[in-house]
Nanobody
C-alpha cells in the first residue's frame, strides 16, 4: 500500500505563486510515475503534469512554462511549483503515484486563484 499526503494549497491572487508538496510513504519501491491532476467544479479531472521514474515530464499545454514539477527521492516527495497563476488554475489538485498496475491518490488540496 501507498499513502500520499499533500500540502501547500491555498488562496492566491492572479499572477502569484504556490508550491504543492506530495510525500509518499509505504511501498514506495518500483514507482513508475508520480504527478498531479486537478479537478475544477463541474469539470473532469485532468492531468497537470507527470514525472516518470526516468525523469521524463509531460505537462498539460495550459500550464507549460508556468508550472514545474520536481522531486526529492530521498524524501519520496514531489513538488509542483506554480507560477503566474490564473483564475482558471483554480481546482482541487490531486497527487498521484503509479506503481505496477496500481494508481494511488492523495486526498487533494484546494488551489484558489482570485482575479
Amino acid at each position: 500500500q501507498v499513502q500520499l499526503v499533500e500540502s501547500g494549497g491555498g488562496l492566491v491572487q492572479a499572477g502569484g505563486s504556490l508550491r504543492l508538496s506530495c510525500t509518499a510513504s509505504g511501498s514506495t519501491r518500483n514507482i513508475y510515475s508520480m504527478g498531479w491532476y486537478r479537478q475544477a467544479p463541474g469539470k473532469q479531472r485532468e492531468l497537470v503534469v507527470s514525472l516518470s521514474r526516468d525523469g521524463v515530464t509531460n505537462y498539460a499545454d495550459s500550464v507549460k512554462g508556468r508550472f514545474t514539477i520536481s522531486r526529492d527521492n530521498a524524501k519520496n516527495t514531489v513538488y509542483l511549483q506554480m507560477n503566474s497563476l490564473k483564475p482558471e488554475d483554480s481546482a482541487v489538485y490531486y497527487c498521484y503515484l503509479r506503481r505496477y498496475i496500481y494508481t494511488y491518490w492523495g486526498q487533494g488540496t484546494q488551489v484558489t486563484v482570485s482575479s
